[in-house]
């Protein structure tokens, strides 16, 4: 990006209001090339997709999961904890999950009433009968997806309060995918086919894009600049 590139793309981002006198200061320090690269991901960025993992506990899943939602351009990611603690591996994430907005909850049943509550349908991955192939499941809503624990899979209870259920069709002597792989799976095929399903209404609003913007200004700095500036400026995000 020469100089008139980059003059030209600063005053498109203040015309369209994610740079302005507010936070000049912070997006000052931020290279033209670096506010482009975060500018593009920004307006592929969903909250019509998301995923909700339930009692996923080994670390190296926990990240492969972070890692593929955020590929795919999701914002969001619920978690439910098992017997192990949330701490995805960092050497499988590569830092993906700092560019998602996490949300914890303490049981499966409080994590989808509040998907519901939200506008979400929760459809969950699962094995039994009645349940729908992965194609097929209707797009027309948002959606949030459910995985479950490795070896045990989606509870009953999860099954019982979700919207509906799904299996991704295979033609092996195997049953079931890897979690990451499923959820690679899944995502792929679902926000291609919702991106063209819903439309506009598939990216974020421009508040959202405003807010996350800011957000991500500050995360990509480097942390003595950003110390600095969150003295100078007596705030942080």
Do not use: C
Not at 31 to 44: G, S, T
């Amino acid at each position: 990006m020469n100089e008139q590139e980059a003059k030209t793309f600063i005053e498109q981002l203040q015309h369209e209001g994610l740079l302005t006198e507010e936070n000049r200061p912070i997006w000052e320090m931020i290279v033209p090339e670096r506010l482009k690269r975060m500018y593009d991901v920004l307006n592929q960025r969903t909250r019509y997709i998301t995923v909700l993992t339930e009692a996923v506990d080994d670390p190296h899943n926990q990240a492969a999961v972070l890692r593929t939602a955020e590929a795919f351009g999701l914002q969001d990611v619920y978690v439910v904890t098992g017997q192990a603690p949330f701490q995805p591996n960092p050497f499988v994430t590569r830092h993906a999950d700092k560019w998602l907005t996490l949300h914890q909850k303490r049981d499966i049943v409080t994590a989808i009433k509040e998907l519901q509550a939200n506008g979400y349908q929760v459809l969950a991955s699962y094995l039994g009968e009645g349940t729908v192939p992965l194609h097929d499941i209707d797009l027309s809503r948002p959606t949030a997806l459910l995985f479950g624990n490795e070896h045990r899979g989606v509870s009953e209870e999860a099954v019982h309060l979700s919207d509906g259920t799904f299996i991704i069709p295979m033609y092996g002597f195997v049953q079931s995918f890897n979690i990451s792989v499923a959820a690679a799976l899944t995502l792929y095929d679902v926000t291609e086919r919702a991106r063209k399903q819903a439309g506009e209404t598939y990216y974020l609003t421009f508040a959202e894009k405003k807010e996350l913007y800011e957000k991500w200004m500050w995360q990509t700095l480097q942390p003595r600049i950003r110390k600095m500036m969150e003295e100078r400026l007596g705030r942080s995000y």
